[in-house]
């Protein structure tokens, strides 16, 4: 989104800044919920993690003697342990995140306390068309605020989906480099 400036909707009329509360409303619960499935995701994929690092430390510990597949699961146990610290950190971290409601003393500042008439038609002369009420003049600056609030959380939607992505990869790929390594050992030791 472009960087708005804070009166770009004084000049929305009641109806349509009812009906731009309840999209922005609306559009930040689809990304919140959105970004809730993708962090369950990396907690289901954490989970097959953990236990494939334990199944193959206990295969690595059942063993007497090292040979080719131990050599595999070696680096299998290895990998999936450098993907789960990858997902707990890049992805499952606790994130800051914009809030849809405000606190009543960060809405109703000292500057909504002091407007007077003058200030309305200062307002007018932007092109705010609402009633001459500090409601009307607040919900109009509030929607630059759920815009702002979207928007980081849209980015933080693209952040964690990318980073679960390369940790999924991550993921599939540990198989074939624990065959490789396998199949390397096997042949020249």
């Given at each position: 989104?472009?960087?708005?400036?804070?009166?770009?909707?004084?000049?929305?009329?009641d109806d349509?800044?009812?009906?731009?509360?309840?999209?922005?409303?609306?559009?930040?619960?689809?990304?919140?919920?959105?970004?809730?499935?993708?962090?369950?995701?990396?907690?289901?994929?954490?989970?097959?993690?953990?236990?494939?690092?334990g199944s193959?430390?206990?295969?690595?510990?059942?063993?007497?003697?090292?040979?080719?597949?131990?050599?595999?699961?070696?680096?299998?146990?290895?990998?999936?342990?450098?993907?789960?610290?990858?997902?707990?950190?890049?992805?499952?971290?606790?994130?800051?995140?914009?809030?849809?409601?405000?606190?009543?003393?960060?809405?109703?500042?000292?500057?909504?306390?002091?407007?007077?008439?003058?200030?309305?038609?200062?307002?007018?002369?932007?092109?705010?068309?609402?009633?001459?009420?500090?409601?009307?003049?607040?919900?109009?600056?509030?929607?630059?605020?759920?815009?702002?609030?979207?928007?980081?959380?849209?980015?933080?939607?693209?952040?964690?989906?990318?980073?679960?992505?390369?940790?999924?990869?991550?993921?599939?790929?540990?198989?074939?480099?624990?065959?490789?390594?396998?199949?390397?050992?096997?042949?020249?030791?």
């Open positions: 989104m472009k960087n708005l400036p804070d009166d770009y909707f004084l000049d929305a009329d349509l800044v009812d009906f731009l509360e309840k999209q922005g409303e609306d559009c930040i619960g689809e990304i919140y919920r959105s970004n809730t499935v993708n962090k369950e995701n990396g907690y289901k994929l954490l989970s097959i993690l953990i236990v494939g690092i193959s430390f206990l295969l690595l510990t059942q063993k007497t003697r090292i040979d080719f597949l131990s050599a595999g699961i070696a680096v299998f146990t290895v990998y999936w342990s450098i993907c789960a610290i990858y997902l707990v950190i890049n992805v499952l971290t606790v994130h800051t995140y914009g809030l849809i409601s405000t606190s009543p003393a960060a809405l109703y500042t000292e500057g909504y306390k002091d407007i007077c008439e003058s200030d309305f038609d200062s307002l007018r002369a932007k092109g705010f068309v609402g009633k001459n009420d500090r409601l009307s003049v607040m919900r109009r600056y509030r929607l630059k605020t759920l815009c702002v609030t979207a928007d980081e959380l849209l980015q933080v939607n693209e952040t964690i989906r990318t980073r679960l992505k390369k940790a999924r990869i991550a993921t599939i790929l540990a198989p074939v480099y624990a065959i490789i390594i396998s199949a390397i050992t096997y042949l020249f030791f």
